[in-house]
């Protein structure tokens, strides 16, 4: 049962959080929704520790397309950054403002970069194409990010001012926005060989997600003393995270997905 307490508390988390908000909003779709995150999250988890490959795929199906699907197109709640914005602006604690917040902001503190490897449905597409391994040095183009963050803030605001923010013209640009993300994505996937580039250098979500993920609580560990500098760890990693130091300094060290391709390619469990 030790080895499953990360599975546990993953999922208490997630329970705590569905019972409080439960009992502050009475509603009950809101304890129904994180007991279901939290539920998928823990099975996951234990999967990942019991060495299941398919594990992380389980997740991010079952959370990405809950969120998608449910959330986004039949509940019509627009979850991108822009949903954010929008309901952020407009005063509205909704599944979009306590999704950021559980998941993007303040969440990282205790499982970092979780989302991103377990719940993200942009990523649960992009990481069934064939480039899992990021192929080349990392490119510097990741102020990208930064251009579209700040657009789609500016676009969010210039819709107020021109009295055009609506719940109905934000679930059209949730359907436009998602469509735009699959083609980017996979366009750079295609063009970097790599599955997660769209992730390193486009997505406008990892500027919440870094300032908390330096601190987290949940992360891969490394054993200098056990090592034996095979460098078959470094190769797996999709997020080009220097999984070889344990500082949290470490490069790309608050881009790691939690994802354990290098504690499952460690022959001496160095990693853990």
């Given at each position: 049962?030790?080895?499953?307490?990360?599975?546990?508390?993953?999922?208490?988390?997630?329970?705590?959080?569905?019972?409080?908000?439960?009992?502050?909003?009475g509603?009950?779709?809101?304890?129904?929704n994180?007991?279901?995150?939290?539920?998928?999250?823990?099975?996951?988890?234990?999967?990942?520790?019991?060495?299941?490959?398919?594990?992380?795929?389980?997740?991010?199906?079952?959370?990405?397309?809950y969120?998608?699907?449910f959330?986004?197109?039949?509940?019509?709640?627009?979850?991108?950054?822009?949903?954010?914005?929008?309901?952020?602006?407009?005063?509205v604690?909704?599944?979009?403002?306590?999704?950021?917040?559980?998941?993007?902001?303040?969440g990282?503190?205790?499982?970092?970069?979780?989302?991103?490897?377990?719940?993200?449905?942009?990523?649960m597409?992009?990481?069934?194409?064939?480039?899992?391994?990021?192929?080349?040095?990392?490119?510097?183009?990741?102020?990208?990010?930064?251009?579209?963050?700040?657009?789609?803030?500016?676009?969010?605001?210039?819709?107020?001012?021109?009295?055009?923010?609506?719940?109905?013209v934000?679930?059209?640009?949730?359907?436009?926005?998602?469509?735009?993300?699959?083609?980017?994505?996979?366009?750079?996937?295609v063009?970097?060989?790599?599955?997660?580039?769209?992730?390193?250098?486009i997505?406008?979500?990892t500027i919440?997600?870094?300032?908390?993920?330096?601190?987290?609580l949940?992360?891969?560990r490394?054993?200098?003393?056990?090592?034996?500098?095979?460098?078959?760890?470094?190769?797996?990693?999709?997020?080009?995270?220097?999984?070889?130091?344990?500082?949290r300094?470490?490069?790309?060290?608050?881009?790691?997905i939690?994802?354990?391709n290098?504690?499952?390619?460690?022959?001496?469990?160095?990693?853990?």
């Amino acid at each position: 049962m030790r080895k499953y307490r990360t599975a546990i508390l993953l999922f208490l988390v997630f329970e705590v959080v569905a019972v409080a908000l439960w009992l502050s909003t009475g509603k009950l779709f809101l304890l129904l929704n994180f007991s279901y995150i939290g539920i998928c999250l823990g099975v996951g988890s234990a999967l990942t520790t019991a060495g299941k490959r398919y594990a992380r795929l389980f997740v991010q199906f079952a959370v990405g397309s809950y969120i998608l699907v449910f959330l986004g197109l039949i509940c019509r709640e627009n979850m991108q950054i822009e949903g954010f914005w929008f309901y952020l602006l407009s005063g509205v604690v909704g599944a979009g403002t306590l999704h950021y917040a559980i998941a993007k902001i303040f969440g990282p503190l205790f499982f970092g970069r979780g989302w991103c490897g377990y719940a993200c449905w942009t990523a649960m597409i992009l990481d069934l194409l064939p480039y899992k391994r990021p192929q080349g040095p990392r490119k510097h183009i990741g102020y990208i990010r930064y251009i579209v963050f700040a657009l789609s803030l500016a676009l969010v605001v210039i819709l107020f001012l021109i009295g055009k923010a609506t719940p109905s013209v934000f679930f059209r640009l949730f359907i436009i926005g998602n469509i735009v993300y699959y083609v980017v994505g996979i366009a750079l996937a295609v063009a970097f060989r790599d599955n997660r580039a769209f992730c390193k250098y486009i997505c406008p979500i990892t500027i919440f997600l870094k300032p908390m993920s330096c601190y987290s609580l949940l992360r891969i560990r490394y054993d200098e003393d056990k090592c034996i500098h095979c460098g078959k760890c470094l190769e797996v990693c999709p997020m080009d995270v220097e999984v070889t130091n344990d500082s949290r300094k470490r490069k790309n060290a608050t881009e790691c997905i939690l994802c354990h391709n290098c504690t499952r390619a460690c022959p001496v469990k160095a990693l853990k």
